[in-house]
């Protein structure tokens, strides 16, 4: 099956810098790549994806780029606020596996003030 | 208010009691799915659905059964629960031919 790498595990920044977070995938099949949010106690929130046909997608501060040759995709975040703060995961989806998803194993962003 | 609810939210149970963790969904969503989180290992799939009566291993399926008798509801069942199933479960909906999740508020549960 697919195996999404998830880099880094942990990150700080100061608060307005930008923090990039990478994923890289193993099934060239895959065609569907989201991003989600976890805040403390709270179930993942999808915050962006990016389809294969697609090579960057932005909303806001909010940024996905999408190689699809190396097999890799990355968050990046812009003038990152405390509210950022949170654990990020990103997923893939092989195409035609409906509803499967492969997870990475997570990046804790800790925006400091 | 779209919502996935999740029952109970808090769970300690002891090896060998079955039991039921309940989801239920009011968004009409075709796509069902539980997952659960392990601190490094990210969310794994353990079984998903694409409709009513149709269900699907995902990557760690061993010691789950679920079922899907009704659109809005699919609880996760451990017949045989064992320590190693000590673990953070989420129920999560999406729309037929969508890809876009939601997530319930999640379920934490200690096998002792």
């Known amino acids: 099956g697919e195996n999404v790498e998830q880099h880094p595990s942990t990150l700080s920044v100061q608060e307005g810098d930008s923090a990039v977070i990478k994923c890289t995938y193993s099934?060239?099949?895959?065609?569907?790549f989201p991003w989600y949010k976890q805040e403390l106690g709270k179930g993942p929130q999808l915050i962006i994806d990016?389809?294969?046909?697609?090579g960057e997608k932005k909303d806001q501060r909010i940024a996905v780029t999408l190689n699809k040759t190396a097999k890799h995709f990355s968050l990046h975040i812009t003038e990152t606020q405390p509210e950022d703060s949170a654990v990020y995961f990103c997923a893939a989806t092989p195409e035609g596996g409906g509803n499967q998803f492969y997870f990475g194993t997570g990046t804790s962003l800790t925006v400091i003030p | 208010e779209a919502q996935v609810t999740q029952n109970p939210r808090y769970l300690i149970t002891v090896t060998g009691k079955k039991l039921t963790v309940t989801c239920s969904q009011n968004m009409n969503h075709e796509y069902m799915s539980w997952y659960r989180q392990d601190p490094g290992l990210g969310l794994r799939q353990i079984y998903y659905?694409?409709?009513?009566?149709?269900?699907d291993k995902g990557d760690v399926p061993e010691g789950y059964k679920v079922s899907r008798k009704e659109k809005r509801n699919f609880p996760l069942i451990l017949e045989s629960p064992s320590p190693n199933q000590t673990s953070l479960y989420f129920c999560?909906?999406?729309?037929?031919?969508?890809?876009?999740?939601?997530f319930g508020p999640g379920t934490r549960l200690t096998v002792t």
């Open positions: 990016i389809r294969s046909n697609v």
């Open positions: 099934d060239s099949a895959s065609n569907y």
């Open positions: 659905s694409m409709n009513v009566e149709v269900t």
């Open positions: 999560a909906t999406s729309r037929g031919g969508s890809y876009e999740q939601y």
